[in-house]
């Protein structure tokens, strides 16, 4: 959202003025605004005092702080490609990867790599998440614990928390699947990126 040039206490006086009797035309000249701009103040401060007009203003600058974060971490296919290929790294070639039909997973930047590295692509139907019940399960309780329950106030913030909450998930954390074992117990994560033979029996 746009920064008025004037103070909460500023619109408010000026809003006062016309109140007293000033007609609108003067109350606009003598500020330099335009005759919308004074109807856009007297909307959204006419019956507001200082106070609650700072108010409005401290809430609409912490909403606008996930629309921040939010255009900061939008992903593209061309970032999804890259983060696959680290994995790959660290973890050895899939033989297949499930996916839903999200624009950054049907991008040509996906096909492309799924050809180039001849990794099998399988899209769920639409509208079909529990095709992937694993992911839909994984998802749900990442944002029931971690996403719903924090206000990120920055995108350092949010990878700090995440960060935190994903070593929880896969080292700390037993898993009742998995008879109590934590993730790690079971496949320890790699310290080197040295690239592993394609595992054929692997689905991401």
Same mark, same amino acid.
């Given at each position: 959202?746009?920064r008025?040039? /004037?103070s909460?206490?500023?619109?408010?006086?000026?809003?006062?003025?016309?109140?007293?009797?000033?007609?609108?035309?003067?109350?606009?000249?003598?500020?330099?605004?335009?005759?919308?701009?004074?109807?856009?103040?007297?909307a959204? /401060?006419?019956?507001?005092?200082?106070?609650?007009?700072?108010?409005?203003r401290?809430?609409?600058?912490?909403?606008?702080?996930?629309?921040?974060?939010?255009?900061?971490?939008?992903?593209?296919?061309?970032?999804?490609?890259?983060?696959?290929?680290?994995?790959?790294?660290?973890?050895?070639?899939?033989?297949r990867?499930?996916?839903d039909?999200?624009?950054?997973?049907?991008?040509?930047?996906?096909?492309?790599?799924?050809?180039?590295?001849?990794?099998? *692509?399988?899209?769920?139907?639409?509208?079909?998440?529990?095709?992937?019940?694993?992911?839909?399960?994984?998802?749900?309780?990442?944002?029931?614990?971690?996403?719903?329950?924090?206000?990120?106030?920055?995108?350092?913030?949010?990878?700090?928390?995440?960060?935190?909450?994903?070593?929880?998930?896969?080292?700390?954390?037993?898993?009742?699947?998995?008879?109590?074992?934590?993730?790690?117990?079971?496949?320890?994560?790699?310290?080197?990126?040295?690239?592993?033979?394609?595992?054929s029996?692997?689905? *991401?």
């Amino acid at each position: 959202m746009k920064r008025s040039r /004037f103070s909460e206490e500023q619109i408010i006086a000026i809003l006062k003025e016309h109140e007293a009797g000033m007609p609108t035309a003067e109350v606009c000249r003598r500020h330099g605004i335009s005759g919308a701009t004074f109807y856009k103040y007297k909307a959204k /401060f006419g019956s507001l005092e200082v106070s609650e007009a700072r108010r409005l203003r401290a809430l609409e600058d912490e909403n606008a702080k996930p629309k921040k974060l939010l255009a900061d971490t939008s992903l593209s296919g061309v970032r999804v490609a890259r983060e696959l290929t680290r994995l790959i790294g660290v973890r050895g070639k899939p033989h297949r990867v499930v996916s839903d039909n999200g624009t950054e997973l049907t991008s040509s930047a996906i096909l492309r790599w799924s050809q180039e590295r001849r990794v099998e *692509w399988h899209y769920i139907a639409p509208g079909k998440p529990m095709q992937n019940g694993f992911v839909e399960s994984f998802n749900g309780r990442l944002r029931d614990e971690c996403l719903n329950e924090t206000l990120f106030t920055s995108l350092a913030h949010a990878r700090f928390v995440l960060d935190a909450w994903r070593h929880d998930y896969n080292q700390v954390r037993p898993h009742s699947k998995l008879d109590g074992k934590t993730p790690a117990d079971i496949l320890p994560f790699p310290q080197s990126n040295i690239m592993k033979e394609p595992d054929s029996t692997s689905e *991401w």
